[in-house]
């Protein structure tokens, strides 16, 4: 069941008016109910493996609460860490270390004894597995109490809104919410629906159009060259912050609309004027993770600068392994892992820059911009041999850019015609625009607090906008929910 598909909004109006008509007392049994409805509305099997997850943490959580010795106490936290993650491992990775070394057989012309198989991965469960971890370290290092009901920590797990793709919620933070009995507010429902709106217009309007052009020509990339290669990877940038951050503000929306509020897991990254600044606004609730349970672990920045350097190294790599079982990932995370080792020469050298003035700030807003478009080509390329040849072959034939025929001949191939890129550009320079005048602050906070009729006419043309120009056919799954 899509967020951006007819039968989701149906589901969630249903869920909304059933939720505030029933006693609060019985509010999260709903949510619980819901929820597991919703998710095995992909694969009704694999509920098993979510409530399974779900047990295993929840007897771990209060195995290390309980524990009497902390020696005892690291020993049931890594017992489930090892399940939690073995799990993970047998369903999204064991592919990918069986195909891994059937190429290593091959070059060494061996046969590969292990014949071909395929393992369905669950939605969202390298999300569901995170959270699942972060409660049990927190449990660990005594930052709250365990769960003693399953139903509720179930519920904590399985939360519709965001299991699929996250955020990834942290126990203390999400647990007391969803056991609140909550009255229908009037503030919470307008914000809600105004968050959903907006995650509506970046994923129907923008990125799925969007994923047209870039899917045309990153399947078959050596049929393109220099400006299609770019103008492809600059749209790939746009479409992935459109659609994850869009799903993002739909799940917040859906959240906020009954009384929850969930992580705000971006905060404009591409207007970051360093790469760790855009680590501090991209996908905030896995950076985050990464940092306290990886990063910090490892170290952290308070280690020699080889080890430290090695540190980013660890947790790049580590992350981008997480987004997919493929090396391209690993070379995007290793890349970002390789930005931050320069950036922190740079700073050693240097010191900290301060962007007195305008210009500057304008100038490291656009060198890091490059530099994650870049990074991006690997994310998206279907291996690292297509990953090479677009990275370089950017600048091919670029002299060529002049000519007028040259550039209706290169647009007009990419998947979308002339009408259909123009509507794209509109869109785009409306998001930049919003974004811009929301700089300091989120969009829909800054909507609040203008009068009614100046909400209702951004809101009214927002809607207009998604209706007239959205991509209603042919619009595919968020990216992350392969992840």
């Known amino acids: 069941m899509l967020f951006n598909s007819f039968n989701f909004i149906v589901f969630f109006l249903t869920i909304l008016v059933v939720y505030y008509i029933i006693p609060g007392r019985l509010q999260w049994y709903f949510i619980l109910a819901s929820s597991l409805i919703f998710y095995m509305s992909w694969r009704p099997e694999l509920i098993f493996l979510l409530l399974g997850v779900s047990f295993i943490n929840y ?5 290390i609460e309980t524990a009497g010795a902390k020696s005892l106490k690291k020993k049931f936290l890594i017992i489930a860490l090892i399940l939690d993650f073995g799990l993970l491992g047998i369903f999204k990775y064991l592919m990918f270390l069986s195909d891994t070394f059937a190429w290593l057989y091959e070059m060494l012309g061996m046969k590969y004894p292990i014949g071909n198989f395929n393992i369905v991965l669950p939605m969202g469960i390298s999300f569901y597995t995170f959270q699942a971890a972060g409660y049990l370290i927190d449990i660990y290092r005594g930052d709250y109490k365990s769960e003693k ?10 939360f519709f809104p965001q299991i699929i793709a996250g955020p990834i919620e942290r126990g203390n933070l999400m647990l007391p919410q ?5 009255r ?9 629906i105004r968050v959903m709106i907006w995650g509506y217009f970046k994923k129907i309007v923008i990125a799925d159009r969007l994923s047209v052009l870039v899917n045309t020509v990153y399947s078959s990339p050596r049929e393109y060259e220099g400006l299609a290669l770019i103008f492809a990877t600059l749209c790939f940038t746009i479409q992935i912050y459109c659609d994850f951050s869009g799903y993002s503000d739909i799940a917040r929306g859906c959240a906020k609309a009954m009384g929850i509020d969930l992580i705000n897991n971006f905060d404009r990254p591409y207007f970051a004027t360093s790469i760790r600044d855009f680590w501090r606004r991209w996908h905030i609730s896995l950076s985050t993770w990464f940092r306290d349970y990886l990063y910090i672990p490892l170290g952290g920045s308070r280690v020699s600068m080889p080890r430290l350097w090695l540190n980013y190294m660890i947790t ?3 992350s981008g392994l997480w987004h997919g079982a493929n090396w391209t990932y690993v070379v995007w995370g290793g890349l970002h892992g390789l930005y931050q080792i320069i950036g922190n020469i740079k700073y050693r050298i240097f010191g900290r820059k301060e962007h007195k003035n305008i210009l ?9 911009f490059i530099f994650v478009s870049f990074a991006w080509i690997f ?6 041999s297509d990953g090479i040849y677009i990275a370089t072959h950017l600048f091919d034939n670029i002299a060529a850019a002049t000519d007028i025929q040259y550039l209706y001949e290169v647009f007009n191939s990419m998947g979308l015609n002339l009408f259909e890129l123009e509507l794209m550009g509109f869109a785009v320079m409306f998001l930049i625009i919003c974004e811009i005048i929301s700089y300091k602050h989120e969009i829909n906070e800054l909507m609040s607090r203008l009068p009614f009729i100046f909400r209702f006419i951004f809101y009214y043309i927002t809607a207009v906008i998604i209706m007239g120009m959205g991509v209603f056919s042919g619009g595919g799954e968020f990216i992350y929910f392969q992840f």
């Open 316 to 318: 790049f790599a580590v």
């Open 184 to 192: 229908a507010n009037a503030d919470n429902l307008s914000m809600g």
């Open 360 to 368: 500057s700030r304008i100038i490291a807003i656009l060198i890091t």
């Open 178 to 182: 969803l056991f609140t009995p909550k």
């Open 59 to 63: 007897i771990s959580g209060i195995l």
């Open 149 to 158: 009901d399953f139903f509720k920590f179930t519920t904590f797990m399985s």
């Open 379 to 384: 994310f998206e390329a279907n291996n690292i």
